[in-house]
């Protein structure tokens, strides 16, 4: 089993930052692709940032210019920096791994989500 654990969710003002992490553990041969996704209230969930193993990214053109993913291999974790929020960034984080297990099975797993709000 694998387990994604996200932190650094909060309430921060409009122009702020925050910086989450997702650590994976459990039994992992390797990781392929990870990201962060997120889920506002009424919306459907959408893909913030992704980050290939060797470090390639893509991102969402609204968040294009003020977050910035990228990712620890040695301590299977990913990380989200976010400047500039803005009240729309507000939602339910969620990180997700393309993991090899250690039995060499192949899947995708998600976190739990940590929650961001920006006031205005």
């Known amino acids: 089993q694998v387990q994604l654990v996200e932190s650094g969710g909060g309430l921060v003002q409009a122009g702020g930052s925050l910086r989450l992490s997702c650590a994976a553990s459990?039994?992992?041969?390797?990781?392929?692709?990870m990201g962060w996704y997120r889920q506002a209230p009424g919306e459907q969930r959408e893909l913030v940032a992704t980050?290939?193993?060797?470090?390639?990214?893509n991102y969402a053109d609204s968040v294009k210019g003020r977050f910035t993913i990228s990712r620890d291999n040695a301590k299977n974790t990913v990380y989200l920096q976010m400047n500039s929020l803005k009240p729309e960034d507000t939602a339910v984080y969620y990180c997700?791994?393309?993991?090899?297990?250690?039995?060499?099975?192949?899947?995708?797993?998600w976190g739990q989500g940590t929650q961001v709000t920006v006031s205005s």
């Open positions: 459990g039994s992992i041969f390797s990781i392929n692709d």
């Open positions: 980050i290939t193993r060797t470090g390639r990214t």
């Open positions: 997700n791994a393309d993991i090899w297990m250690s039995d060499l099975t192949h899947k995708i797993w």
